[in-house]
């Protein structure tokens, strides 16, 4: 398999959560592989600042003020996108948000933000881009940035409701790759499952333990998140089976393939199987199918 990023050079992505940590990273990235990077979040200055830095990359970084809970803000962005940089090729779902806590003595408020960001703007945004696409008759590519918790509960306390929120994640991303197969359309979805990555999201009840990870170098970086995204975009487009064939031989799965691989340090050559992914916090699940 030839892995290139060559068919996304000069294309339009869209990376919501782009100001900090693992967002930041992935739109750095594709800005250096040649993209247009529309770059989604609250803070501008932080996506100003971003813009600057990578001011004389191969692409460019195109600050748009979002708050993807709500769904006016989407809207306008998918807009302005849509008359001032062409067709959206490309959509990196990352935004996301963790309050911590106890479901036995949850906030509403807390609920209702977490899933508005981490479901619902995911969703909305995922409709805006593939009406996009269908429209341009663009065979793009989505990318939920979901978690390991999106798959196994943790026996952690104060998960509150972020691991039913990256659960959504996964059937979402399931439902969606079943919706494109069955309509026979060419847009891929992966779900990208990290695992604890360094970033301003982690509570500060675990700091200690972030803080120690981070010295026995136990956790990633947001820019190995990036390395595993552009990893999944330089496969062909037709890679599903190629891919299949060669990480899961005993799968009798024809159309699409489930394939696990973990990261050490930016080796993404090694392919492992998927029980094995609590079992290293620098474990990067990743599903990938159309
Ligand atoms: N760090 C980990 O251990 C880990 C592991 C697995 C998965 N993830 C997932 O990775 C994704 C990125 O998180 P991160 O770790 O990089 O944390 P982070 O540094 O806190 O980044 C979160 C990003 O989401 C944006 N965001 C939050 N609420 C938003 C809203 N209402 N509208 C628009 N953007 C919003 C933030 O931008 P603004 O505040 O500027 O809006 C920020 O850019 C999340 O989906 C997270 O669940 C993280």
Not at 195 to 221: A, N, Y
Request: proline residues 3%; aromatic residues 6%; contains cysteine.
């Amino acid at each position: 398999m030839v892995l290139s990023m060559g068919r996304w050079v000069g294309k339009v992505a869209i990376v919501t959560g782009a100001s900090s940590g693992i967002g930041a990273a992935i739109a750095q990235q594709l800005v250096k592989e040649g993209l247009k990077v529309a770059a989604l979040a609250r803070r501008r200055d932080k996506l100003e600042v971003l813009a600057t830095k990578l001011y004389s990359e191969k692409g460019k970084l195109y600050p748009i003020t979002t708050d993807v809970s709500k769904e006016e803000d989407i809207l306008n962005a998918f807009r302005w996108i849509k008359e001032n940089l062409g067709p959206v090729h490309i959509l990196i779902n990352n935004a996301g948000i963790f309050r911590s806590g106890d479901l036995s003595e949850g906030d509403t408020e807390d609920w209702k933000s977490s899933l508005n960001v981490n479901v619902i703007g995911l969703c909305i945004a995922t409709r805006e881009a593939i009406r996009d696409m269908k429209a341009n008759k663009v065979d793009g590519h989505i990318i939920h940035i979901n978690s390991i918790v999106g798959h196994n509960i943790l026996a952690l306390p104060g998960w509150n409701i972020y691991p039913a929120s990256k659960f959504a994640i996964t059937a979402l991303a399931e439902t969606l790759r079943v919706e494109l197969k069955l309509a026979k359309s060419k847009i891929k979805i992966t779900s990208l499952s990290p695992g604890p990555v360094h970033t301003e999201i982690l509570p500060d009840s675990i700091m200690e333990l972030i803080e120690r990870m981070v010295e026995q170098k136990e956790i990633l970086e947001s820019e190995d998140i990036a390395d595993a995204v552009i990893y999944v975009l330089s496969t062909p487009s037709s890679c599903t089976g190629t891919l299949q064939d060669s990480a899961l031989k005993n799968s009798n799965l024809t159309s699409w393939v489930k394939y696990n691989y973990w990261f050490s340090g930016h080796d993404v050559s090694r392919l492992e199987l998927s029980e094995q992914i609590l079992e290293n916090p620098r474990m990067i699940h990743c599903f990938c199918g159309k």
